[in-house]
């Protein structure tokens, strides 16, 4: 017997109570029918005033629930990703949307047979790996384990920077592997480059509509009520609203005579609330140099004061550049616009040659790819071919143990000379050279859950940080150092010089001298006839580092990921096969497992 039949019977409910429990339960299955009326029953018992009201509301609740739930999954080795994740997965909330989020790291992959709708969020990781945390989900989904998913919806947004060859390769990866098991993509993938959040956007909105439109099809899905969903602490301060903070120290660390320029940065917090661990980075929105912004804007037969309108507001385009737009670092996305506008016979042999275009382009300022051929460009013009600045990411080289509310940087000057000017970079150079003692820099904190002590304080850690990257070790000694950590300590560390380029080596001297460190070996490559490289002392004390190994050693490595941190890891690999007698295919497995268990981790850039 149908609710409308029921009504012409004496009721307690109104006539649009029973319309809202037709409604309700028009979709439910005689199984689910039988449950809902023992939950009825049930609210009767235990809310007896005014419980038939509550009951309706209650099923309404429960049955106009959609039958699927949208899965949101991200591979992030930064952040961003997971940023861009959690906006998705706010605004499907605010959709209203049954949608869940969770890291590549804590999805289990056999899970996707239960899945309806699932969005990837991923970023590509050194040379097109995926990140850290999403191993394990990437070789599942191209293993023989992977199941048919022809039942599931997806879409999958990447974030990658088009300057390097495997750009987004790990979103590409994911959305083929799903598309070969069946699964129907609802959306065109987006590759998204350095400048995506007005694109990526875009991209969400689109998905949740695609989504919205086939996720309450099929039968209801029952579920307890009330819902309640824990939401993660966020911070005032983040990349989109900086804290003002200030500068409170910006010293020199290179010798004299180095030829580096390398800077000890101190930043105040006070006030802020912003919180950091040992491996996190620190965000820095910066000003472009004027007289660079003036220059740019001169070679294309512009003037400062013509106006250019920037997210809806007017502006003189010279402020325009200081503030709002990349100025100094080429892309090749930007090379080939120019070479079209220019007709530069030289611009366009490049841009037919990708390879020798980003090499061009990572070595190249853009007032050098504009004076490649000197063309007249409206203000329009010019603003359409350039990226919208974004802050810099600095690896944070101390301890809040240590320093309270403060936050300490090691950062290397970008400066070279071009025929008779100097060319320098755009953030190193402002926080070196254009602030001053005291002045303003918008700071936010960027967490890195992939490059973190480990939890037991027993444990024994290997770092590996040429250059600039010893700061998040500095952090991670200093940390260890308040806690009283009993796990070994040993450093690799390579410069150019002992005199000029050994950073911070009073410093480490003294954990050395007070046994925080219990090892340092150091590589200067220019202080003798043949170059030593951090990767041939490794090799050096390969059995040693066997041994750590073997005792459950974490190893770290932080600073250049075209060179350096390839060679150290061919290194380990060589380690690996002579001391633990593997060849070269069981010593990659090593690894790769080291990597999954968080042992071997890489801050690289």
């Keep these: 017997m149908v609710l409308k039949e029921l009504s012409a019977l004496a009721s307690p409910l109104n006539d649009q109570q029973i319309d809202q429990l037709q409604q309700a339960t028009s979709e439910l299955s005689p ?24 009951a309706s509301q209650s099923i309404a609740a429960v049955a106009t629930q959609p039958a699927g739930k949208l899965t949101i999954i991200y591979a992030s080795q930064t952040g961003n990703a997971k940023g861009l994740a959690e906006a998705l997965h706010a605004e499907a909330d605010a959709a209203g949307m049954r949608a869940e989020i969770f890291s590549a790291g804590d999805y289990k992959g056999k899970h996707l ?41 997806y879409a999958v947004i990447g974030l990658g920077d088009s300057s390097y060859e495997f750009f987004c390769q790990t979103a590409k990866d994911f959305d083929g592997y799903l598309a070969k098991l ?4 609802i959306l065109d993938r987006l590759d998204c480059d350095v400048d995506y959040e007005a694109e990526a956007a875009q991209w969400r909105t689109s998905a949740l509509e695609k989504v919205k439109l086939t996720l309450s099809t099929g039968e209801a899905e029952v579920v307890q009520l009330p819902v309640s969903q824990s939401q993660a602490a966020v911070s005032a301060y983040t990349k989109q609203h900086p804290f003002e903070a200030s500068l409170l120290t910006s ?117 050098d790819v504009l004076a490649e051929k000197k063309t007249k460009l409206t203000a329009e013009q010019l603003q359409g071919l350039l990226r919208r600045l974004t802050p810099r990411l600095y690896s944070i080289a101390s301890s809040q143990e240590e320093v309270g509310e403060e936050v300490h940087l090691t950062v290397g000057v970008v400066e ?42 027993d444990t024994p850690v290997i770092m590996v940080g040429p250059g600039t990257g010893i700061a998040p070790f500095r952090a991670f000694i200093q940390e260890r150092e ?20 050994f950073l911070y080596q009073v410093e ?16 200067f490559s220019r202080d003798q006839a043949e170059k030593v490289y951090v990767q041939h002392r490794l090799l050096e004390q390969g059995a040693k580092v066997w041994q750590w190994l073997q005792a459950g050693a974490h190893f770290y490595v932080c600073g250049d990921a075209n060179q350096m941190a390839k060679d150290v890891h061919q290194a380990l690999l060589t380690i690996i096969e002579q001391h633990g007698q593997q060849n070269r295919e069981q010593a990659e497995d090593y690894l790769t497992e080291l990597r999954k268990s968080k042992r071997y981790q890489k801050d690289v850039y």
């Design 182 to 185: 069946g699964a129907e993509s």
């Design 482 to 501: 308040n806690r009283d950590a009993s796990g070994k300590n040993w450093l690799f560390f390579g410069d150019r010089t002992f005199t000029e380029d």
């Design 31 to 54: 199984q689910q029918m039988a449950w809902i009326s023992g939950y009825f029953w049930g609210l009767s018992q235990t809310q007896p005033t005014a419980q038939t009201q509550t």
């Design 251 to 367: 010293q020199k660390i290179t010798g004299r005579n180095s030829g580096k320029d390398v800077r000890h940065i101190e930043i105040d917090l006070e006030g802020s609330g912003l919180s950091y661990q040992p491996g996190d980075a620190l965000g820095v929105w910066y000003d472009n140099d004027s007289n660079l912004a003036a220059k740019i804007i001169a070679q294309v037969g512009l003037v400062d004061d013509a106006q250019i309108e920037v997210d809806g507001e007017s502006l003189l385009l010279l402020q325009a550049l200081i503030k709002h737009y990349e100025i100094t670092n080429a892309n090749p996305q930007f090379v080939t616009q120019y070479a079209t506008l220019s007709g530069s016979k030289k611009l366009e042999k490049l841009v037919a040659d990708k390879d020798k275009l980003r090499t061009y382009a990572g070595k190249t300022q853009i007032l």
């Design 113 to 153: 047979t239960k899945a309806t709708h699932l969005i990837i969020v991923a970023s590509t990781h050194g040379e097109g790996e995926a990140p850290d945390d999403a191993i394990e989900l990437h070789e599942f989904l191209q293993s023989k384990k992977a199941p048919n998913l022809s039942h599931l919806k």
């Design 416 to 457: 070279y000379q071009q025929g008779e000017e100097t060319r320098q970079g755009g953030a190193s150079s402002f926080l070196s050279h254009r602030l001053e003692e005291g002045g303003s820099v918008r700071v936010f904190v960027e967490e890195n859950k992939h490059f973190k002590l480990p939890e037991n304080d």
């Design 508 to 523: 480490w001297q003294k954990y050395l001298k007070a046994g925080v460190m219990d090892q340092i070996d150091v590589a």
